[in-house]
């Protein structure tokens, strides 16, 4: 057995050892050395009470005088204030919490204990206060603790303090015990090196082991990042592995390829355009007619702002792959968009889209018939599309999750087109190329721009292709954070509504949530959405930062709910005889294609709606869009939906209706957020203001968790961009592992606790 896999029970005992596993989740003893100290400080220079200055950090010796409890009306729980002296002088030390909290330190700072406190210097009621100050009972009265070596006494204060998460069962100083008597007994040999030793040498990085002893131990607050440096590049290293190792085995898997066939559907389509593709899209284009051409399966991701046409670009990439006899999948999320690529898809084909055979010749040229397959059709038009799809009649089939069954068997899938990236995992994905004999070639979009260290970490086994310019003729998008608690402010917002519907314009009203499920339940009967649409819908950090309870959401109002401001609006007087409509994953399918063709063409002014409008939905005649509680999503999400709007000939507007008042983190993040209209800008605050966790997690993989626990994509650029070119090398060079047992045995820890978030 690994010494690092020895339980805990064997080095602490079964009591010790339980409390350690129920608080901090670690039964070995390589799981307690990788618990680190949440936070490092020095104490401060010892300082007698009278010299001590108001902002500076200090540490006194001090003997209690007195205690007293006092509960605390407005913010609820306790205070405890603890009086201490040095003889000549006096203290007031704060503590503040539940009744619980306050009374773990009443209970230790009676009369007449002395102890060595350290913290902050300041001001209350023009009296010198340390508030939650750390400290350390000493033994012996004042005079006693005094009369020993002051110059031990300066060198205690001047030490490294470590500080672990701390719980009522298990305080920092137990777990700082618990490390300290595992640590003792290891040796270099009991933590291997991941990393090879040339990449530590290039690097500079301490070993395993020194690194533990630097984040553990530290002598110095230089020490901790030089030791937490050899874990993020370990990480990064190990990551770029599994990621190159994926690269190579798609890249010997055979492919069929599908060279551009003249005077096909590609062609004709291409000479058929009403508008010229941008710089951007002739690029990609190009990158991806050569991909298609190649007999390795291409894997390749497309990112682009919002409104940047990647769809154009990715129906020409389908068009070639149906001109070579093949047929092509386009998954998307949620049934609404799965019917709007349809009717965008046919819209832009013009005459090529008909019954004709797979890319074959017409009497009238070539045609390309476009099937939709989702879980809501009736068993008639669900026959009739297996059969069309199975039969290779139809050249490209557009669905929702429904397309992952078994029994929707393909003709001849030659290319995968995964619309929306983070709402499928790669199991999903991997499920839809298993339906081809020869690995299809796979295409992934997304319209939530990626910063490049999150597309080197998390895509890393994908050629990224980016498409940043606008289509000539759109128009710019203003943003503007609506406080509801102002009055004015909400009367202008709804306002501005009435005003873009009388000038013929459609306005979205987009709510967090449906409702309680009485409202939208009272017709009894509701069809099953298809698997995910309703996860689709939920705000995409929901439970972290700018999720329901992230910062500036009050935790006292739940999400509205869209019957709820449904009600609002038909109840405002400047709304009067606007025509509302709703959509929502509840409803019946047909009553979300109804809803949407209803507000494309113009019979409804304002559409009331989830997030299910989030991706892909295009309705050019819309101007304005409010979003409703808009501190409780992410920014990408916000990003993703304000693009709805401006994408005709008139400027969009978006409103961020919010309840974060002023201070609140998530008004600044709104703020934040309305002065910009970069994506790419956006993407690195939504990654600044939420963990990596947030972002790579259940977002790419369906998984709560992620695969990052030490390194940060943000500011790690360098740092990755050279683990990836060391962990190339490797693969290139021994891509079996076979003389790096120990990368190949951390790879295989990784899977088998399902660690590694797999890029979806």
């Not at 102002?486 to 709804?494: G, I, K, L, P, T």
Request: proline share 6%.
């Amino acid at each position: 057995m690994s010494r690092l896999s020895t339980p805990l029970t064997r080095e602490l005992g079964e009591r010790t050892a339980k409390v350690i596993a129920e608080t901090h989740g670690a039964t070995t003893v390589g799981e307690l050395v990788h618990l680190f100290p949440r936070r490092y400080y020095r104490r401060g220079e010892l300082t007698r009470l009278g010299q001590l200055v108001e902002g500076e950090d200090a540490t006194v010796v001090a003997e209690v005088v007195r205690t007293s409890t006092r509960p605390l009306r407005q913010r609820g729980g306790m205070m405890v204030e603890v009086v201490v002296t040095d003889g000549d002088s006096e203290l007031s030390l704060a503590f503040f919490g539940r009744t619980n909290q306050v009374g773990y330190h009443q209970s230790r700072l009676k009369w007449g204990r002395v102890a060595m406190f350290s913290g902050r210097v300041n001001t209350y009621r023009d009296r010198l206060q340390l508030v939650h100050p750390d400290y350390e009972l000493l033994p012996g009265d004042l005079d006693t603790v005094m009369a020993t070596d002051e110059d031990a006494l300066r060198a205690r204060a001047d030490e490294v303090v470590v500080v672990y998460p701390a719980f009522k069962k298990l305080p920092s100083w137990k777990t700082q015990k618990a490390v300290a008597t595992v640590l003792d007994t290891l040796v270099p040999d009991d933590v291997p090196d991941v990393l090879p030793s040339g990449v530590r040498e290039l690097e500079q990085v301490p070993s395993k082991l020194d690194a533990l002893l630097l984040l553990h131990r530290p002598t110095d607050l230089e020490q901790p990042p030089r030791g937490l440096r050899h874990l993020e590049l370990e990480e990064a290293y190990v990551t770029q592995v599994a990621l190159a190792r994926r690269r190579a085995a798609l890249a010997v898997l055979p492919a069929s390829p599908y060279p551009p066939r003249e005077g096909g559907a590609l062609a004709a389509f291409d000479a058929s355009l009403p508008f010229t593709l941008t710089e951007g899209q002739r690029d990609v284009g190009a990158a991806l007619t050569a991909d298609l051409s190649r007999t390795s399966p291409m894997n390749r991701l497309l990112q682009g702002e919002v409104g940047s046409g990647k769809t154009v670009v990715a129906l020409r990439a389908m068009l070639q792959v149906v001109d070579a006899g093949a047929q092509c999948a386009l998954l998307a999320p949620t049934e609404v968009l799965a019917q709007q690529h349809v009717r965008s898809l046919t819209r832009m084909l013009g005459d090529l889209a008909g019954d004709g055979l797979l890319g074959g010749p017409a009497s009238d040229g070539p045609q390309v018939r476009v099937r939709l397959l989702t879980g809501s059709m009736s068993t008639a038009e669900r026959r009739a599309a297996l059969l069309d799809i199975a039969s290779g009649d139809a050249g490209i089939v557009i669905g929702t999750h429904a397309l992952l069954q078994d029994r929707v068997d393909f003709y001849d899938l030659g290319l995968v087109v995964v619309d929306e990236q983070h709402r499928f995992g790669v199991e999903q994905r991997d499920a839809l190329r298993a339906k081809s004999g020869t690995p299809p070639h796979v295409l992934v979009m997304t319209a939530t721009p990626i910063p490049r260290t999150v597309a080197m970490t998390v895509f890393g086994d994908l050629e990224v292709s980016t498409l940043t310019e606008l289509p000539a003729g759109r128009q710019g998008i203003t943003t503007a954070v609506v406080p509801d608690w102002r009055a004015n402010y909400v009367d202008r917002c709804w306002q501005r509504v009435r005003e873009a519907a009388d000038a013929g314009h459609q306005v979205y009203v987009v709510c967090p949530r449906i409702g309680d499920g009485s409202a939208e339940d009272d017709d009894g009967v509701l069809s099953a959405p298809d698997p995910g649409e309703v996860l689709a819908e939920q705000p995409a950090d929901a439970g972290g930062a700018g999720g329901p309870d992230g910062p500036g959401a009050d935790p006292r109002r739940p999400p509205r709910a869209l019957y709820e401001v449904l009600e609002e609006l038909r109840a405002r007087p400047e709304l009067a005889g606007l025509r509302l409509g709703v959509l929502h994953g509840r409803l019946r399918p047909d009553d979300k294609d109804a809803a949407m063709r209803a507000f494309a063409a113009g019979e409804t002014d304002v559409l009331v709606a989830t997030t299910v409008v989030e991706v892909g939905v295009d309705v050019p005649g819309a101007t304005v869009m409010v979003v409703v509680d808009a501190e409780r999503f992410g920014l990408s999400q916000l990003h993703q939906l304000r693009g709805r709007v401006g994408r005709g000939a008139h400027a969009g507007l978006c409103l961020l209706m919010t309840g974060a008042q002023d201070g609140d983190p998530g008004l600044e993040r709104l703020t934040q957020f309305a002065a910009t209209s970069d994506g790419f800008a956006v993407a690195d605050l939504d990654l600044a203001s939420r963990r990596e966790g947030d972002v790579l997690g259940a977002a790419q993989s369906g998984r709560n968790n992620s695969s990052l626990r030490y390194l940060r994509v943000l500011g790690n650029e360098d740092l990755i961009t050279r683990a990836r070119r060391y962990a190339s090398d490797l693969v290139a060079f021994d891509p079996e592992l076979t003389d790096a047992p120990r990368v190949r045995a951390a790879l295989e820890a990784l899977e088998a606790k399902e660690a590694f978030v797999e890029r979806g």
